[in-house]
């Protein structure tokens, strides 16, 4: 028997100045499911990615989680984690202060010893107590993947994660990916860079705005 889809999205299309950047994008994914979206610069797949995260209104189309509509569901957005180009830290607090932060931002109730596990799993433990200034942008990206760690999401919207990352990095990422999938998590990913996973569906964008 097929699985129900977790995260369903249908004819999703956005303009800039009337004209599609993309238009009539589809996907569906259950239980277990990544899908990697590819194109060229400027076809859209940061701004598929906000859409999904709800931090962009799509033209038109819908998006549904659980098969309920994701845009204003506070369950939706309480089981989903985007993580951007931006690390999204504060560049003057150390990456375990940062991650208190996010504990308290998201009422996680983590404890320091899931906080320290976490920055340990993503290897900057030994950075935890230095500003995130003073971080290399590797160690940002490690940072910024150990507070998604530290959520427990079940649907993850990634947004070039490999990015910065060495092949220490990218290893770690991987495990991390196929770790998340294995317990049934739901992970949605934009990268030039080959994932290595299996079973992972592709979605490709053509840029259509300018043409």
Same mark, same amino acid.
């Given at each position: ?22 238009? $009539? ?18 076809? %859209?797949?940061t701004t598929l990615l906000q ?15 659980? %098969? ?15 993580? $951007? ?46 500003p995130c200034s003073a971080l ?35 290893d770690c990422l991987v495990s ?33 705005? %300018?043409?």
């Amino acid at each position: 028997m097929t699985s129900a889809p977790l995260l369903e999205f249908q004819n999703i299309s956005f303009l800039i100045e009337d004209r599609p950047l993309f238009q $009539g994008v589809c996907g569906s994914l259950t239980a277990g499911e990544a899908l990697q979206i590819n194109g060229s610069n400027g076809s %859209g797949k940061t701004t598929l990615l906000q859409i999904l995260a709800t931090l962009k209104t799509m033209s038109s189309g819908t998006v549904s989680w659980r %098969g309920n509509v994701a845009s204003n569901n506070i369950p939706y957005r309480r089981e989903m984690a985007y993580l $951007g180009h931006q690390a999204g830290l504060k560049m003057a607090l150390s990456p375990r202060q940062n991650l208190l932060w996010c504990n308290r931002l998201f009422s996680l109730d983590r404890s320091g010893e899931q906080i320290t596990s976490v920055l340990h799993r993503m290897r900057v433990l030994n950075r935890a107590d230095l500003p995130c200034s003073a971080l290399s942008a590797g160690q940002l990206r490690r940072v910024a993947l150990a507070a998604l760690l530290l959520r427990e999401a079940c649907l993850w919207l990634l947004d070039e994660p490999f990015s910065a990352l060495d092949i220490e990095g990218v290893d770690c990422l991987v495990s991390l990916l196929d770790e998340h999938r294995a317990r049934g998590g739901v992970v949605v990913f934009s990268s030039h860079h080959d994932a290595r996973m299996p079973n992972v569906g592709v979605l490709e964008l053509a840029a259509q705005a %300018g043409s």
